[in-house]
């Protein structure tokens, strides 16, 4: 055995395992708190927002009138167009879903 | 199956998962703590507070970590930052004086059950070459890894472990 593999060897001896006794516990008893909470409230502001611009709009349209026009109108389209409007609809979802988990996962391999 | 550093990394990421994070600190504990007590010469009350600012502040700055060092490698140049910042604050990081050293009470002469010859010559040595030979010989890190916890060049880490192990043998032989 070579003298630097000595030194190394005697390095690595001279300094011994320290036993926990605690200090985790201190350290996790320092972290701030969870951001659970602000994720809850995060989404109880965009649910309300949401519910109140649907009431708003409802309100502003006359009772919704838009959607039994639009309703109509589609409902007069050949069911080609429907499938077509089904199956591109699908698609942006499941591409919007798609990009939503790969980022997602991205963050969490970093 | 036991979660690799990288998985309790993603859990706290993703989820906030506290628990995970403490399952990071008691892997690393031992290391860092003893990294620092033997940068702040077995202080091991201020090598303890350190490693706790350490330990913290890698939870706070977590999304920093890219995982394209390992994570103890991360860890240790927090650490050493923590040590640095607290150095300067003393205005310790200066050179060492190694005579008024030699003289001043070390907690492990006084037990000569725990006098090592090698770690009271380790103190003696200024701080760029201890850190280098702390990290590199002790911890077991490539030169590459302690120039990045170190933030110096990896020629100056090499030259640095060098000196420190030729300086170190010349001690041990006197």
């Known amino acids: 055995m070579n003298q630097e593999d000595w030194l190394d060897r005697e390095l690595r001896e001279a300094a011994p395992y320290i036993d926990d006794e605690g200090f985790t516990a201190r350290v996790l008893q320092q972290l701030p708190a969870p951001r659970r909470s602000h994720d809850l409230l995060r989404a109880v502001i965009l649910l309300g927002m949401t519910f109140l611009a649907s009431v708003l709009a409802y309100v502003v349209s006359g009772g919704g009138r838009f959607v039994n026009v639009t309703l109509e109108r589609l409902a007069a389209l050949p069911v080609l167009w429907i499938l077509v409007l089904a199956l591109a609809s699908g698609l942006v979802m499941a591409a919007a879903g798609a990009t939503a988990a790969i980022s997602r996962s991205r963050a969490s391999l970093t | ?174």
């Not at chain 2, 033997?38 to 303890?48: E, F, K, P, S």
């Not at chain 2, 890894?145 to 880490?157: K, M």
Request: glycine share 4%.
């Open chain 2, 1 to 174: 199956m036991e979660l690799t550093d990288a998985d309790l990394v993603a859990r706290v990421l993703v989820d906030d998962d506290q628990h995970a994070f403490g399952e990071l600190v008691r892997r690393h504990q031992s290391s860092v703590r003893g990294l620092l007590r033997q940068l702040t010469r077995t202080d091991v009350a201020l090598a303890d507070d350190l490693a706790q600012q350490a330990f913290l502040r890698a939870y706070k700055n977590i999304r920093s970590f890219r995982g394209e060092a390992r994570f103890s490698t991360w860890l240790y140049r927090i650490a050493y930052n923590c040590f640095r910042e607290d150095a300067r604050r003393r205005k310790e990081l200066v050179g060492i004086d190694e005579e008024r050293l030699q003289t001043q009470h070390d907690p492990q002469a006084a037990d000569p059950g725990l006098r090592h010859d090698l770690m009271r010559a380790l103190n003696l040595l200024p701080l760029h070459e201890r850190s280098a030979i702390l990290l590199c010989c002790q911890n077991g890190l490539s030169h590459d890894e302690a120039a990045r916890v170190l933030d110096i060049p990896l020629g100056t880490v090499k030259t640095n472990v060098l000196r420190g192990r030729e300086k170190l043998k010349r001690m041990l032989a006197d």
